[in-house]
């Protein structure tokens, strides 16, 4: 049991990636700023536990202008 999160982003023309946090049953599991920004961004997580009922997931991704993009998935 446990999750296994793959997130990837790719930043729109005229634009690039400078954070991206990753939000799992309220916790941050993954914060990383980008210095230069980029245009591109991957990553797969993986937790080993048991996380009986409802679940959640939110990947937010800043862009260089401040600009938020978010993304939610529920499971149980």
């Given at each position: 049991m446990g999750?296994?999160?793959s997130g990837a982003a790719?930043?729109?023309a005229g634009e690039k990636?400078?954070?991206v946090q990753i939000i799992i049953n309220g916790q941050?599991?993954?914060d990383n700023s980008f210095v230069p920004?980029?245009?591109s961004w991957q990553v797969q997580l993986t937790q080993k536990?048991?996380?009986p009922g409802e679940?959640?997931?939110r990947v937010i991704a800043s862009n260089d202008k401040g600009e938020e993009t978010e993304s939610?998935?529920?499971?149980?």
């Open positions: 999750w296994d999160i790719k930043a729109d990636i400078a954070r941050v599991v993954y920004p980029i245009g536990a048991q996380y679940n959640s997931v939610d998935d529920f499971w149980s």
